[in-house]
Structure formats: C-alpha cells, structure tokens
C-alpha cells in the first residue's frame, strides 16, 4: 500500500510465522488417506490446535495427553488437529492403536513443518476462529502442552454465545500489532517535533514539513493531538504489517482493497484535556471525498478510561477493543470516540483510497 507522498514498499519479505498473522492454509491426508483442509467450512469459525508432534516416543506421549482431554477441548468448540512427519501406514497405525479423537494429519516432506517454523520438539499452534495465528506455544514438556493449550484458550476465547441484535459493520482484527510494538509507537508520539495548529480539518504543516510534526485539534472536531508519522523505516514496518495482518482480511469481509493511503497518525486524547472526537465521517468534505476506510489500532488499551469508539446510526455500542487490535470501517460511517475520562488513550489512525 502507497503514501499519498511516497512509492509503493517493496514486497513483504518471508520470516517467522507471529501472532497476529494469517494462518498459512494446511493441506494434508489424514489417518485414512483422505485429504483434510484447515480452511474447510466445518473447521473454520472456531479455534483450531495444529498440535507439532515429534517422532519417537514423545509423540505418543503428546497425542495421549491430548486424547485424554479432548473433552475439555470440546468443551471450548476447539478442534484439534494433529500433524506427524510418520508415513501415512505408520500415522494409521498410531491411530489406532492410541484411540486418537481427532485427526493425525500426514506431512512426509516435512513442508507443513517448515511453513509453521515446528522444529523437532512438540509445537502447538493456536488459530482463532478466523483461522489468524493467535499463539505459538513451544519449549513446554509433552505432557504439559495441552494444559497450556487449554488455558490459551480459556483466557483468549471464552465461550459467550451473545445475542446481536445491531451491529455496525465494522471489522475487529485482534493481535495487528503486539505489545511492543504499540509501546514503539507511543514512544515515537513523544518525540520533540513541530506541532501545528488546525481549523479542525486542514493544517499547514501538512504542506510545509518534511518530516514527522505534530497537530492540535481543539474546536469542531474534537479535542486531540496527532501526531503525523513520516519516518521511512516505520511507514514500511506498518506497510507490511498492514499487508500480512489487515489487507488479506478486508479483501475477505468486504470483497475490496485500498492501495493507497494517507499518513500514519499517532493520536493522543488526554482526559485533562478533554480528549474527545465529536461525531463526523471521513469523507464528508472536497478534500476527504477520495477516502474508502479509515483503519485504527488500540495502543494502550486497559491504561485509560472512557475513551470508546462509537457508530450511533447502528446502535449504542461502545467499542472498547484490546491493545494491537485493528478496528475498519467504511469512511462514510458516522462515528466518535467518546470523552477519555482518565488517563490517555492512544490509537494508530490512517485513512486509505485507490483500488
């Protein structure tokens, strides 16, 4: 994805499966010879457990571990699947013969191995119910991993079952950014820069700074300061980020993508200053009208109070996401960041055009 003041980042350079990432898809046959997709309808749409077994004897103790609290993995809608480097007679067999509830997926050549990062000691794998990497677990003894396993789960995807009734159509995307990498952020939004003033849409600095500077926003449109990020190096870690995290999924929800963008923001409200941004759309001026989604991610999540992201024409919600979690929307919906009350809430914003 472009700047509207740059050249389009180089391709996103392989490396290390993360959480947060898509979940590469898998494809392999199973005990019986039958071939099985991870993307398959009945799969996706909750957790999934790509369990890494070694080979030997640690194998068999890992899959008994995990037989023997299917149950409790059932219990939290997860599925389990098991991947073993064993020829196929050899994974059959060892179905058998241990009662396996789930399936022990054939990978000879070793590629889903590799894909996923597993080296030779147990690995588990946990995907969302979006089939997004949600955690890798690693270095943990055969018998323990599916009590780490299972509290992951707990904590991560406790069974709710609510009823909606209005919803905005808006897309969550949890782990688009880690921890430290939120921390990153803030910590660029403090750096000693310019700051400018604004009428609430337009601020000269936009046209006479080069590098990173910062606005105040106080009248019509809220009370914030955003601070407009131009550094190179941290525009291609976001562009790829975006392209590995956020893209894949909006070219999904809503069947488009973007191209372009506007400058990365780092915006700060800060409860004693009666941080607030008052209802409006994205696109609703001459100088806006090009933009198609607006993006945020929550940097401090659980460090302020107040502060909730709101969209009033689909109901009363208030949207309070955890920290790393990117929230898109249409530019043309009406929305609002309700009065920060304690603390500052800080958010990664850009809004983003082209086809």
């Known amino acids: 994805m472009a700047s509207d003041s740059a050249q389009a980042a180089p391709p996103v350079a392989p490396r290390p499966l993360e959480a947060g990432d898509p979940a590469p898809h898998v494809v392999a046959l199973d005990e019986g010879g039958k071939p099985a997709h991870s993307s398959a309808d009945l799969v996706t749409g909750r957790p999934l457990v790509l369990l890494f077994c070694p ?28 991947v073993s480097r064993e020829p196929l007679e050899t994974n059959g067999a060892t179905h058998a013969a241990l009662g396996l509830p789930f399936k022990l997926l ?33 270095g943990h003894a055969e018998a323990a991993l ?17 009823r909606v009734q209005a919803q905005a159509p808006i897309l969550l995307l949890p782990r688009a950014l880690a921890e ?24 000269a600095g936009h046209n006479q700074e080069q590098g990173d500077f910062k606005v105040n926003h106080a009248g019509v449109y809220g009370q914030l300061t955003e601070y407009v990020l131009r550094e190179p190096a941290l525009q291609q870690f976001l ?25 990365y923001r780092i915006a700060r409200y800060d409860s004693t200053a009666g941080g607030v941004l008052h209802p409006h759309r994205d696109n609703s001026t001459k100088e806006t009208a090009h933009r198609r989604f607006t993006m945020t991610i ?6 302020y109070e107040g502060g909730a992201l709101r969209f009033r024409e689909y109901g009363d919600h208030f949207y309070e996401v955890e920290r790393g979690t990117a929230v898109v929307w249409s530019a043309t919906l009406l929305h609002e960041v309700m009065p920060v009350t304690k603390g500052a809430r800080y958010v990664l914003g850009v809004h983003m055009y082209g086809s």
């Open 55 to 82: 080979g030997g004897e640690a194998a068999t103790i890992l899959l008994g571990a995990f037989r023997d609290r299917a149950a409790e993995f059932a219990a939290l809608d997860a599925i389990v699947q098991a």
């Open 106 to 138: 054939t990978d000879a050549t070793g590629n889903v191995f590799r894909t996923y990062g597993a080296e030779r000691d147990a690995q588990a794998v946990v995907l969302d119910p979006n089939h997004r990497v949600a955690a890798i677990l690693r």
């Open 298 to 303: 929550n940097l401090n999540a659980g460090e």
């Open 180 to 203: 430290a990498e939120c921390a990153r952020l803030i910590e660029q939004f403090h750096r000693p820069v310019n700051v400018w003033t604004t009428d609430g849409f337009r601020s």
């Open 146 to 162: 599916p009590d780490d396993a299972l509290a992951y789960l707990r904590r991560a995807f406790p069974p709710r079952g609510l």
């Open 239 to 263: 562009d790829q980020r975006f392209a590995r995290r956020v893209a894949p999924e909006m070219r999904k929800a809503f069947q488009t993508g973007v191209t372009q963008r506007e400058n």
